[in-house]
């Protein structure tokens, strides 16, 4: 049973920082992509950033040059560090998970973050 597990969420002020991490069990196959989602009550669940074993990324517009994204692939986990947050980064943040030799992809039970001095 795969599993991702959250951490890292709560409240921080704008201009403060703030990580966040994702650990994923249970998968008898390698990881294709990690990442994270975010949404706002009202309005669809967005990306935010995603990153591959080998290092690739993939970052939302609007969180270029604040947030970075990475992963350690012996813990199979990925890191979102929050720089700098604004009041609208305030958001549930949700990983997902793909994995070789698997149709499905997975979601965390999601992590509240809420920017605000």
């Known amino acids: 049973q795969v599993q991702l597990v959250e951490s890292g969420g709560g409240s921080v002020q704008p201009g403060g920082s703030l990580r966040l991490s994702c650990a994923a069990s249970?998968?008898?196959?390698?990881?294709?992509?990690i990442g994270w989602y975010r949404q706002v009550p009202g309005k669809q669940r967005e990306l935010v950033a995603t990153?591959?074993?080998?290092?690739?990324?993939n970052y939302a517009t609007s969180v270029i040059g604040r947030f970075a994204i990475s992963m350690d692939n012996a813990k199979n986990t990925a890191y979102l560090q929050m720089n700098a947050p604004e009041p609208e980064d305030t958001a549930v943040y949700y990983c997902?998970?793909?994995?070789?030799?698997?149709?499905?992809?997975?979601w965390g039970p999601g992590t509240q973050v809420t920017v605000s001095s």
């Open positions: 997902n998970a793909r994995f070789f030799l698997q149709a499905n992809e997975y």
């Open positions: 249970g998968s008898r196959s390698s990881i294709i992509v």
């Open positions: 990153v591959t074993p080998t290092g690739g990324t």
